[in-house]
């Protein structure tokens, strides 16, 4: 819970990453603003605007730039409002550079929409939000742990194992 309180929060809005507003937050619980746009992957998934993965690849590269990383980066931790993405869920974020850690995150995020029919669309998009904020291109490592995650994460193991094997080089 350390990394959901208004600190962290506090920190990520002056990076320009925006989060829902924290209502509440004790020991065991944590109450946000209700946000009605639903999270990311919904929106991807009923092919909603592609240009969200874009705005997640950005938020991302923002936060390593900041020297920090979410590691839990799902598009699930994404909640879309209007044309523009929150993040929510900073349990794991944590404060590293380290190539790993820059790697979990770009990997989670595309493992967490392996499983989509418009996956290369997605991940052309998160690319190039990533991209245009770093100027960093992914690195192997991120593509490998995106191959062994989208293992749990995907409920369409046929669409998924597809997306796996297309060609991700222009990526890295």
Known sequence: MANEGHASRNNLAKLGIPTPE???IADRYLVEEYIEGGDLYGALASFGEIGLASKAGSLTGKLHLAGQAFID???QNYLVLGDGVIRTDLGFMN??????????D???FLASVMDLTNYQNIEKAFYS????ETGLKF?????VIRNLLSLGFSSDSTTMFQNMILDSRSLL
């Open 73 to 75: 980066n799902k598009a």
């Open 106 to 108: 770009i990997g989670s």
């Open 22 to 24: 924290l209502i509440a």
């Open 95 to 104: 404060k590293t550079n380290s190539q790993f850690a820059r790697s979990m």
């Open 139 to 143: 690195t192997y490592l991120s593509i």
């Open 129 to 132: 939000g990533y991209f245009a």
